[in-house]
Nanobody
């Protein structure tokens, strides 16, 4: 079992930036970022592949950067935000195919 807490969401104008943080209560999990907009499926934004490299969704590539400074903390730097980035952003922790989720943090981008 692992508990996750996201923070850093808010309201911003198009073109602005936000930095999200995720803190996990345990290590030895693969951490990743997802988002879900109203009426849409949850979308993987930044996740690690089998080689450990971070893979980004095409919709955010070049604008969003995920980083991890220790085993328990994951960040998502979001630049050049667009109204279509409006969603609830979730951190996930996975191990052995089992996923745990935080409550999410809301990001709203106005035009």
């Amino acid at each position: 079992q692992v508990y996750l807490v996201e923070s850093g969401g808010g309201s911003v104008q198009a073109g602005g930036s936000l930095r999200l943080s995720c803190v996990a209560s345990a290590s030895n999990f693969l951490l990743g970022w997802y988002r879900q907009a109203p009426g849409k499926e949850r979308e993987a934004l930044a996740t690690r592949d089998s080689s450990g490299q971070i893979r980004y969704a095409e919709s955010v590539k070049g604008r969003f950067t995920a980083s991890q400074d220790n085993a328990n903390t994951l960040y998502l730097q979001m630049n050049s935000l667009k109204p279509e980035d409006t969603a609830r952003y979730f951190c996930s922790a996975s191990r052995g195919g089992v996923y745990f989720w935080g409550p999410g943090t809301q990001v709203t981008v106005s035009s």
